[in-house]
């Protein structure tokens, strides 16, 4: 077997992940599709296995691949550092790929990216935001760099370190009798129908956790994907929600939903994301060390 293989195979096999299909990565990486195929097929026949199966046109990681990606990640994270670290202007480098879930990534996360672009020169980040268990695929796939959710993952490849946190909030229709009540008890919210996000939402993991174990008969009415989508079917008055305090508090101000006062305290932890193998790059420390000062430092949002 050949030991030289290249760091242009290894960005060809990253840029596959990434992207899926050979197509995708031509387009990106602005080459032929031949020449990715080639470049593939090279470092495949060199290591002596395929790196990833072909289904329907898409190729998919398999084992072999699994136990490249990790050392491929860093030795590219690693050149990318030895290209900069001598340019005048010593700054952070590269590109840094950033998943938060749902109320993280659309009111905490922008705070956070905007404050770490007023200490460092790196200006380059990527955001993508979906459902904590998404969030945490992403970083097991290499995906996303670092990861920002509400709820801790119990996977083995998963380093997760708590930051800050938040509180929930029962929230319900301006015309409900609750809405005007300044103390509901559990005993009331018997036999109530909820909205609720889906299966993987940290919102949800926080209601069956802290608030669904009080009750002894409640329904599901409604399931959605989206915080707005939630707050609005409560406004229709089709059942109470329960989400984050951060993401209600406009629509609470606005008055299109009213907040219910309950003596049960629901609240829970943000954490940082990292998968156990992935290499930290300078970039990647700073970001991670700066989500935990201003974690330190926005302690009110509990």
């Known amino acids: 077997m050949s030991a030289h293989i290249s760091f242009k195979q290894l960005h060809v096999f990253n840029a596959i992940i990434e992207h899926k299909t050979l197509t995708a990565v031509a387009q990106k990486l602005f080459i032929s599709k031949a020449a990715v195929s ?17 289904v329907n046109n898409r190729l998919i990681l398999n084992q072999e691949g699994k136990k490249l990606l990790p050392l491929a990640d860093e030795l590219i994270n690693r050149l990318q550092h030895i290209n900069h670290i001598f340019e005048q202007e010593q700054g952070l480098s590269g590109v840094l790929r950033v998943g938060s879930s749902d109320t993280i990534g659309n009111h905490i996360t922008p705070s956070i990216l905007s404050g770490f672009r007023q200490v460092v020169t790196q200006q380059t980040q990527r955001l993508f935001i979906s459902n904590s268990a998404h969030i945490c695929q992403k970083i097991i796939d290499y995906e996303v760099d670092i990861g920002l959710i509400e709820g801790k993952p119990h996977h083995p490849d998963i380093i997760a370190t708590p930051f800050s946190g938040d509180n929930m909030c029962i929230i319900c229709a301006p015309s409900h009798p609750f809405a005007t009540k300044k103390q509901v008890t559990l005993a009331e919210l018997e036999n109530s129908d909820w909205v609720l996000r889906e299966h993987g939402s940290g919102s949800r993991a926080s209601f069956i ?24 079917s409560v406004a229709a008055g089709l059942g109470f929600g329960c989400l984050s305090s951060i993401a209600a508090q406009y629509a609470i101000r606005s008055q299109r ?45 509990r």
Not at 41 to 47: H, P
Not at 218 to 230: G, I, K, P, S
């Open 257 to 301: 939903v009213c907040k219910i006062n309950i003596t049960v305290d629901i609240s829970r932890e943000f954490w940082i994301l990292t998968h156990k193998d992935k290499y930290q790059s300078p970039l990647l420390s700073s970001f991670i060390d700066h989500c935990k000062k201003w974690g330190n430092e926005n302690r009110h949002l």
């Open 209 to 232: 956790q802290n608030l669904a174990p009080h009750l002894k008969q409640w329904h599901q009415c409604v399931e959605l994907n989206t915080t707005e989508a939630l707050i609005n």
């Open 38 to 54: 080639l470049s593939l097929a090279e470092l495949e026949r060199q290591l002596g296995h395929p790196l990833f199966d072909r």
